[in-house]
């Protein structure tokens, strides 16, 4: 046992305790307070944290024999040769499976930011919805429409097709007007309620002159 202790009665590098027993897998050095994290299977030398497999680390961490560093801000997994996602909205992302520090850029989502929103959404998280624009199709990052010259009826014609139309009025462009008797027609279907149409018109959106 003494061999393990040195000149003040303390235990030497890579053991521990009171009757100096060696280090635990995974740590090293004086008092075992190192901890060899990046090597393969966190397996290295009890006194000085070299690893026992040179030829390589876990991913996350810069190849080396102790694999003590860990991978730039920008760059992540197996010899920290993949980058991290352009989206990410902090350029920065955990150094083992590149997920994104933060949100994503607009447009974006998903734990690296690598999925595009889906059609009709867009902006922040993808909570945006562009419902105006035709086929709700329209660009992940800003909602503007992909067809620019049209929008579907009930909203009013622009680039973004965001301004839904005016109560009382529904169609392409909001060019046609409901004369319900009491109350605005359905804001989804244009359909007056039961109370009828005023005087001189008909129909179910109290459209047509009589």
């Known amino acids: 046992m003494?061999?393990?202790?040195?000149?003040?009665?303390?235990c030497n590098d890579g053991w521990k305790g009171l009757d100096c027993i060696k280090c635990p897998y995974g740590s090293f050095g004086r008092n075992c307070s190192g901890f060899?994290?990046?090597?393969?299977?966190?397996?290295?030398d009890n006194v000085n944290g070299l690893c026992d497999n040179k030829s390589s680390c876990k991913p996350g961490y810069a190849i080396g024999e102790y694999c003590n560093t860990t991978c730039s801000s920008d760059t992540y997994g197996k010899d920290c040769l993949q980058a991290c996602s352009t989206n990410c909205l902090n350029p920065t992302c955990n150094h083992i499976n590149g997920e994104c520090?933060?949100?994503?850029?607009?447009?974006?989502?998903g734990l690296d930011c690598t999925i595009k929103c889906p059609n009709g959404s867009?902006?922040?998280?993808?909570?945006?919805f562009c419902d105006g624009c035709i086929s709700t199709l329209c660009d992940n990052v800003n909602g503007l429409c992909d067809n620019k010259t049209s929008c579907k009826?009930?909203?009013?014609?622009?680039?973004?097709?965001?301004?839904?139309?005016?109560d009382w009025?529904?169609?392409?462009?909001?060019?046609?007007?409901?004369?319900?008797?009491e109350?605005?027609?359905?804001?989804e279907d244009r359909i007056c309620s039961l109370e009828?149409?005023?005087?001189?018109?008909?129909?179910?959106?109290?459209?047509?002159?009589?």
């Open 2 to 10: 003494y061999h393990l202790k040195n000149a003040f009665g303390e």
């Open 36 to 44: 060899c994290e990046g090597c393969i299977s966190t397996m290295c």
């Open 101 to 109: 520090i933060g949100e994503c850029n607009d447009g974006w989502k």
């Open 122 to 128: 867009f902006g922040r998280n993808c909570l945006g």
């Open 153 to 166: 009826p009930g909203y009013e014609i622009g680039e973004y097709c965001n301004t839904s139309c005016d």
């Open 169 to 181: 009025y529904f169609g392409n462009n909001c060019t046609k007007q409901c004369h319900c008797l």
């Open 183 to 187: 109350k605005p027609c359905n804001n």
């Open 196 to 210: 009828g149409c005023k005087k001189g018109w008909h129909g179910q959106s109290c459209d047509q002159g009589i």
